[in-house]
T-cell receptor, first 114, second 115 residues
Framework: EAGVVQSPRYKIIEKKQPVAFWCNPISGHNTLYWYLQNLGQGPELLIRYENEEAVDDSQLPKDRFSAERLKGVDSTLKIQPAELGDSAVYLC????????????FGDGTRLSIL | GESVGLHLPTLSVQEGDNSIINCAYS??????FIWYKQESGKGPQFIIDIRSNMDKRQGQRVTVLLNKTVKHLSLQIAATQPGDSAVYFCAEFPGSGGSNYKLTFGKGTLLTVNP
């Protein structure tokens, strides 16, 4: 079974530029999550999707961050414009549903803002 | 112990020894717990989970113990190998809905296995 696939693995951009990350979850997983992970810390949830619906985006900075999961499978996370403090690893995870089920993570996109 | 900023709790063991990684969780309403292993440059990898109606669960070379009275979780790794070197995170999931209905990660522990 293929795992969660994310691209790109690395992204370096200048501040104020836009950036987008892509995630393909495990086949059959209805719930998709975007997390942010700073160095030395655990992942923190940004947004959770149930199929194509964003059911929890309370931690997403909506002035510059946006996400979509149009067909309930792949998802993109966008930052526009990026700020220096956005440098982090952006992780995508998926699970069968949002009940007590293991979440499986991709290897993330490491974003560096110059 | 507690860590601040980039300073993770660390555990250093010899190859072949048993390792015990501890985690104190915060929410007494949490009813599902997961241990993850994260190697450098990779995402967290699921190791084992446990539900609150259990106090022990075993996997291959790993055992998770749950003490709900003191809100403590531990991960035991038997016959630790160099490939076990990584940061280990515990994560808790509340049983109720609402804004807290999300997986919350604890501070990681860096395990180093010396050959």
């Amino acid at each position: 079974e293929a795992g969660v696939v994310q691209s790109p693995r690395y992204k370096i951009i200048e501040k104020k530029q836009p950036v987008a990350f892509w995630c393909n979850p495990i086949s059959g997983h209805n719930t998709l999550y975007w997390y942010l992970q700073n160095l030395g810390q655990g992942p923190e949830l940004l947004i959770r999707y149930e199929n194509e619906e964003a059911v929890d985006d309370s931690q997403l900075p909506k002035d510059r961050f946006s996400a979509e999961r149009l067909k309930g499978v792949d998802s993109t996370l966008k930052i526009q414009p990026a700020e220096l403090g956005d440098s982090a690893v952006y992780l995508c995870a998926s699970s069968l549903d949002s009940s007590n089920q293991p979440q499986h993570f991709g290897d993330g996109t490491r974003l560096s803002i110059l | 112990g507690e860590s601040v900023g980039l300073h993770l709790p660390t555990l250093s063991v010899q190859e072949g020894d048993n390792s015990i990684i501890n985690c104190a969780y915060s929410n007494s309403a949490s009813d599902y717990f997961i241990w993850y292993k994260q190697e450098s440059g990779k995402g967290p990898q699921f190791i084992i989970d446990i539900r609150s109606n259990m106090d022990k669960r075993q996997g291959q070379r790993v055992t998770v113990l749950l003490n709900k009275t003191v809100k403590h979780l531990s991960l035991q790794i038997a016959a630790t190998q160099p490939g076990d070197s990584a940061v280990y995170f515990c994560a808790e999931f509340p049983g109720s809905g609402g804004s807290n209905y999300k997986l919350t990660f604890g501070k990681g522990t860096l395990l180093t296995v010396n050959p």
